[in-house]
DNA sequence: GTGGTCTAGACCACA
DNA sequence: GTGGTCTAGACCACA
């Protein structure tokens, strides 16, 4: 499993690793009852301090995404309900909200902002 | 001119304060040439530190939004292509982008996006 | 007799026209004798305060430059060995040293300073 | 590491930091990826406050001069052009045009400012 | 009156 | 260990 980090962006490396992490569960690249790379194992291929990881991983484990299995490791948490097209959708429309209001403090109606999602949509998609 | 700080949410405040400016300036609501309340009057208002404000004041500075006048305060700098609507649209054009960007990355299809960037638009609209 | 002052520019106003005018008496646009305009008029003309102007007057007397005449104004000193190509030769030279001194702490050698300067020369020289 | 400051001149001493660590930089003294001595261990030795070498290596990041490696310190950044010479000759070639500039305000023709130059650099190549 | 700089010292997130 | 943020309070230049 690769990840890339830039210890340098100013996100702090959990955060990074949490964030891919969660789009490949929640996107179904990561399917319930897989195991997950050990902390020290993602540790030294991305030459990063053990306790970092141990931290995303509890964040993941807090949030219901992983189960702790004794003795051997971190496996994807098989949810209830789990419909991962509900849990992907909450997130966006969250997004798009922000945006929405986020716009609206700068001025810009709804109707422009409309039109600018279009266009952006468009140029997007023939990509 | 009023703020709202939240010393507790985690975000510095001078960061904070920084955006709401930033939002007023982009949007016109504080037009090239008037003058943003002195550091001092805001700290006392919000039983803040000067220095603090300050901080916001130098970000806003070295990029380009305020103007610093030696013995008077700061002034609402006068950019060249002052096209407010240009500057809006460029901020909000990119956040886009990085939706439909991780939209994607969560396995969603660009149609799919739309629809729910519609739904979403068409309930705001309606408040 | 005409000043160019940018409140916004950060270097102080008082200094500003300090420059401007020990300019114009170091390469005899001002002549000795000559009276200088009043704090007054120089004030109300660039809409600034006279105790600026007033600073400025200071420091210009302070260095010889100027010369109060009580109940007529400042006059342009009438100085002793009044060597105007002296003076203005001392002070470029000065700053030539403190050009190289800077070229040689950014690991620049003297032959190539010597070369950009006989380009830039060359440049400008055209012009 | 050593830094010279002098607290007296005027020069705010994070403004001189900055020059002494820009300066190092720009001529290759201090390499891309190599870290810069931490601000505790500045401060101690040069018995000033540690926010003040903090506001020097912010300024420096702000710049693209040092990235900021979350828990470890401040890096000097790769930079894409780190055409190393080109930054130099530019800082020079524009201090060289304001030099001309100057020199032609005060009343001295190419020729002459030339010569001068061409004298200066000889003496100080002398040395 | 305005903003800028600095200290001494506290507390925080991150690694 | 690293840097970031903030306070309380001092002193300064400038207008």
Known sequence: MNFTISPSSGVPIYRQMYEQLEKRILSGQLSAGEFVPSVRSIATKLQV????????YSLLEERGYLVRVRGKGMQVAVRENHDVSNDRQKLIVAQISSLI???????????????????VLAKEGAK
Chains 1, 2, 3, 4 share one sequence.
Do not use: A, V
Request: proline share 7%.
């Open 49 to 56: 301090n053990p306790m970092t990881i141990s931290k995303t």
């Open 101 to 119: 209001e986020e716009s609206q403090q700068l001025g810009m109606t709804i109707p422009e902002l409309k039109q600018l999602m279009l266009d």
